[in-house]
């Protein structure tokens, strides 16, 4: 058992051997109805999805590949709050499990010593302003050895095991993101997004800083000034003219 204390996240836990996406499984169930804080976990994903259509190496009981479903009551313009919130407490998760310390590339890329140990993917259905689940998608990087990565990706990529130098089990890191999602997941939904932004500046390694922000359509570089309420990333170009970023690649 994981030997749980929380009430929603993760009541009901749909463990899999090898799926293709652990994303895509709770897409079905959240559209079936499942309730919130249902969980799908892996062992192994044959077709682990990114962010901007990448493609997640998810190796055999190595990491922690899982997707989680939410089902708060907001407007869609503000579900980007919820990744950032995510991202907050996977952080808070790994810096309490690990002792490593963490930073967060916006929006969520979570990287330890400048490498990136944990990636987020936050899907949505919605119906059609009103947010019906955002499904969660966490994949935290635990237990590889370097010789896990292909070497093109060892210079950009880690996992807690490589920076701590020693293994942790998997078990006690997602009982972590469990409690932690849902103590921030319960102070958002009762006061607002105003703590969780606090919290997810505080973890930010991109604002203040110049950055190249490619998106689909223009690459933009500037300095990242903050994030607005719903969570959207302001850009301050050479110009100063300020763009609002929803969705990019951000190069640090
Ligand atoms: C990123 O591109 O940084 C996001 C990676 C998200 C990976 C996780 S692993 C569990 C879940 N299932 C998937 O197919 N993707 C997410």
């Known amino acids: 058992s994981l030997g749980l204390q929380t009430e929603v996240i993760g009541r009901h836990i749909h463990y899999e051997e090898t799926v293709d996406s652990t994303q895509k499984i709770a897409a079905r169930l959240a559209f ?10 892996a062992e192994e994903q044959t077709a682990g999805r990114g962010r901007l259509s990448r493609i997640w190496h998810s190796p055999k009981g190595t990491g922690v590949w899982m997707s989680i479903i939410l089902r708060p009551a907001i407007p869609v313009q503000q579900a980007p709050q919820l990744t950032l919130l995510a991202a907050v407490s996977v952080a808070q998760a790994i810096e309490q499990v690990t002792g ?37 998608g966490i994949g935290v990087n635990v ?61 930010a390694i991109s604002i203040g800083r110049e950055i190249t922000a490619r998106t689909v359509t223009s690459t933009i570089v500037g300095t990242a000034k903050g994030i607005t309420e719903e969570g959207v990333l302001l850009l301050e170009d050479r110009d100063g003219r300020i763009h609002a970023i929803h969705s990019a690649d951000i190069e640090i």
């Open 143 to 203: 237990n590889q050895q370097r010789e896990h990565f292909a070497e093109e990706i060892l210079p950009i990529a880690t996992s807690l095991a490589i920076e701590a130098g020693t293994a942790f089990p998997r078990a006690s890191l997602m009982q972590a993101v469990f409690l932690q999602l849902e103590k921030l997941y319960k102070e958002y939904l009762t006061n607002g997004f105003g703590i969780i932004k606090l919290l997810w500046e505080s973890y």
């Open 100 to 136: 490593l310390s963490v930073g967060i590339k916006w929006p969520n890329d979570i990287l330890i010593g400048g490498k990136k140990a944990v990636g987020i993917l936050t899907e949505l259905q919605a119906d059609p302003d009103q947010v019906n689940a955002v499904i969660i």
């Open 32 to 41: 079936e109805g499942a309730p919130e804080g249902t969980v799908v976990v």
